[in-house]
Each structure stands twice: as structure tokens, then as C-alpha cells.
């Protein structure tokens, strides 16, 4: 009886309205104090880790809940996770650095001719200072921050390549071999990870396991290529000017791979302090996006973050650079036509829905029409 009353309470505290809840377990309270504990000053803050092999590999329900917990946890709190053991291999990955390293060194004019052009396809390569990331929707104050302190980077976006409407904007095989392969592999494999990932999720806010499944099996998502190229730290030390100036992202999750440079901040949720997200090396740094949070009744959160100049090499006392840095970002959305709106769970009596209901495609274009020109 007690342990039925136990387990019981174990499963609300995974809902939306823990903090309401006048007891939570030993072992549970003990993890969850400790992150939300940790986070609130900026001295102990971390993003957690979590291993996600007990989720990929269990077999039961209350097997899976555990990792699931942890990592409903870590979006509440901050915003971001490093997922460890996570399935991609290192192969996989240093295999598709080095293929987008090979399509930046390509010549401008080659890159140029496969210019991203519609915010609705959202496909193809942006050259430095077409992108201002923030979080104004002003186009006015957006226009005049890119003039100012665009962001320092160049990017190539790949979107689903069985689009009826929307085409990927491929480089010849003869100038990037094996590139087309290597991208549409990762994005089937990264797409597969999130399905997991979101599968965890709806374990951790009380949904049935399969809850989000028909809701982001049409790969909506954008496999985003990034390149920072080398830069005097001086003028990325300039007022505004960042690497990509803070934001959040707009989908479900983000995967972010990074190499082992740095410069990715995470603002503190707690403080509005930013905090180097320090690349780990074998794992993923996942966080939330808007529409997650939206989704989400902003139980899960949606955090800002930027990348800024690393610890610089000295060449001299006055003049340090900034390495080049590559990362590579797969933004995972929610089907085009999926309406989001308030997950069960997420509102009840005293916690009002907060947003009206809007379909992925509207909220997506219109976030990515304020961002370029
Ligand atoms: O390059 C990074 O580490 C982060 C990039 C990012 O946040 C983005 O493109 O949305
Ligand atoms: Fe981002």
C-alpha cells in the first residue's frame, strides 16, 4: 500500500505541477533539489548530463522513466541538456564535419550561386551578415542590429529532400563529393534521435509514450551546417557583435553538435547571467525550442543563448584571434500542419493556457521572415 501511495506520488512529480506538490520521494527529491538547487546561482550552475543509454537500451516502462525524469527536469530548469551516450556514433559525426568543412572552403562563387532565398523553403547557403539571430520582432530594430553587428558566420541549410514544394540546394557532386549522402544520412539519423528524445519527454510530462509520434514523423526540420571563421577577438568584442547573437530557437529540440572551441553561452534562466556551455566531447547539447515551450504552457523552457569569442590566442598583447569554430545545429520541428496548442497536463485549474493554438509552418516562417534579408 505504501509503495503503490509512493509510486503514485513519484508519477505526479513528473508532471507540470511538481512544485505544487507537498512531497516528493527521497530519491527523487534528492536528484531534482540538486539541479534546481545547483542553478540558481550562478557559481554552481551546470547543464546536466545525462546518459541516455538506460533509455535507448530498457525495456520497461518505469526503466525509462528515470532518464525520462532527468531529462524533463533539465528543460525545466535551464533549458539544456548534454546528451551522452546518445547512439550517433563518433564516426558519424567527425564524418559529417568534415564534409561541411570541405563545402566552406568552396569557393564564394560556387556557394553563392546555392543562396537561401525564401524563408518558407528555408534551404541553401547564407554568406556572413545575411543573419542577425535575436529575439526582437521588430523588422525595423532587426534591420538596424544586422547593419550594425550582423553575425559572424556563414551557414548552408538542408531541408527534407522529398519536399514536393520546397527543393534542397545541393552543390555538384564533381565540386563537394559525397556531401548530398553524408547530409541525408545524418539528417534520417538525427531525425530518428529526436523521435526518441520526444518519446522521453512525454514519459516525463505523463503523456503516453507514443503521445508526440504522429505529430513529428514528417521531418519538418532543418539541418543547419555553421561556419565562424577566424576573427581579430577585438572586433568580436565590439559592442553587440557576437558569433550569432542571443536567441532562441524556434522548434521542438535543438541538436547542436559543436567542436572543441567554445564560445556557446547559455543564459542562466535563474540569474540572466550567460554561462559557457563548454563542449563535452561524445556528446549533444540539446536544449528546447519556442514551440516546445509553447507547447509546453512554458513548463519547459525555451533558453537564450548566443555564441561569443572562446578564451582568444594571444599573438600579441593588443591583437588576439578567434579560431574558426564549426558546429552543426538540426533544429527538429513539429509536422508543418501540427497545430500547437496547450499539451494535456500543461494547464488546469489556477494555470491558464497562455497561447492560443498556431500551426508549426505559421509560426516557423514567420520567425525565420524577421530574421533574414
Ligand atoms: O553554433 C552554435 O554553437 C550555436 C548555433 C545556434 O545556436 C543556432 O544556430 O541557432
Ligand atoms: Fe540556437
Avoid at 187 to 203: D, K, Y
Avoid at 230 to 251: F, M, N
Avoid at 255 to 262: E, R, T
Avoid at 279 to 286: F, K, N, S
Wanted: proline letters at 6%; a neutral charge.
Amino acid at each position: 500500500m505504501q509503495l503503490q501511495s509512493i509510486r503514485i506520488l513519484r508519477r505526479s512529480s513528473a508532471v507540470c505541477f511538481r512544485a505544487s506538490l507537498p512531497f516528493v520521494p527521497r530519491a527523487g527529491r534528492r536528484t531534482l533539489a540538486t539541479l534546481a538547487d545547483d542553478v540558481r546561482s550562478d557559481s554552481t550552475f551546470r547543464i546536466p548530463l545525462i546518459d541516455f543509454s538506460n533509455f535507448r537500451t530498457a525495456t520497461s516502462l518505469s526503466e525509462k522513466r528515470r532518464t525520462a525524469d532527468e531529462i524533463v527536469n533539465g528543460f525545466k530548469e535551464v533549458g539544456f541538456i548534454y546528451l551522452d551516450k546518445h547512439g550517433i556514433s563518433d564516426k558519424v559525426i567527425d564524418g559529417v564535419f568534415q564534409k561541411s568543412a570541405e563545402f566552406f572552403r568552396l569557393p564564394e562563387e560556387v556557394k553563392s550561386k546555392l543562396a537561401w532565398d525564401d524563408p518558407r523553403a528555408n534551404r541553401g547557403y547564407v554568406q556572413i551578415g545575411r543573419e542577425r539571430v535575436t529575439q526582437s520582432a521588430d523588422a525595423k530594430e532587426i534591420a538596424e542590429l544586422r547593419a550594425k553587428a550582423p553575425d559572424y558566420k556563414e551557414s548552408m541549410e538542408i531541408g527534407r529532400d522529398w519536399d514536393k514544394v520546397f527543393k534542397n540546394k545541393w552543390p555538384q557532386e564533381a565540386d563537394a563529393p559525397e556531401f548530398r549522402q553524408t547530409m541525408l544520412d545524418f539528417f534520417q539519423t538525427c531525425h530518428e534521435l529526436h523521435t526518441i528524445v520526444m518519446r522521453a519527454l512525454a514519459i516525463g510530462l505523463d503523456l503516453d509514450e507514443m503521445f508526440f509520434e504522429d505529430k513529428i514523423n514528417e521531418q519538418y526540420h532543418n539541418l543547419r551546417l555553421l561556419s565562424y571563421p577566424p576573427i581579430r577577438t577585438l572586433l568580436l568584442r565590439r559592442d553587440g557583435q557576437a558569433r550569432a547573437g542571443a536567441h532562441s530557437d524556434y522548434g521542438t529540440l535543438t541538436l547542436l553538435f559543436q567542436d572543441s572551441v567554445g564560445g556557446l553561452e547559455v543564459q542562466n534562466p535563474h540569474t540572466k547571467q550567460f554561462q559557457p556551455a563548454t563542449p563535452i566531447p561524445g556528446t549533444i547539447v540539446v536544449n528546447a525550442g519556442d514551440l516546445l515551450s509553447r507547447w509546453s504552457n512554458d513548463v519547459l523552457r525555451s533558453t537564450l543563448h548566443r555564441v561569443v569569442a572562446p578564451p582568444a590566442k594571444k599573438i600579441s598583447e593588443t591583437e588576439g584571434v578567434t579560431p574558426a569554430r564549426q558546429s552543426i545545429a538540426f533544429f527538429c520541428n513539429p509536422n508543418g500542419g501540427a497545430e500547437i496548442s496547450c499539451l494535456p497536463n500543461c494547464y488546469g485549474p489556477g494555470r491558464e493556457k497562455k497561447y492560443p493554438p498556431v500551426t508549426t509552418e505559421e509560426y516557423i516562417v514567420g520567425r525565420l521572415s524577421a530574421t533574414y534579408h
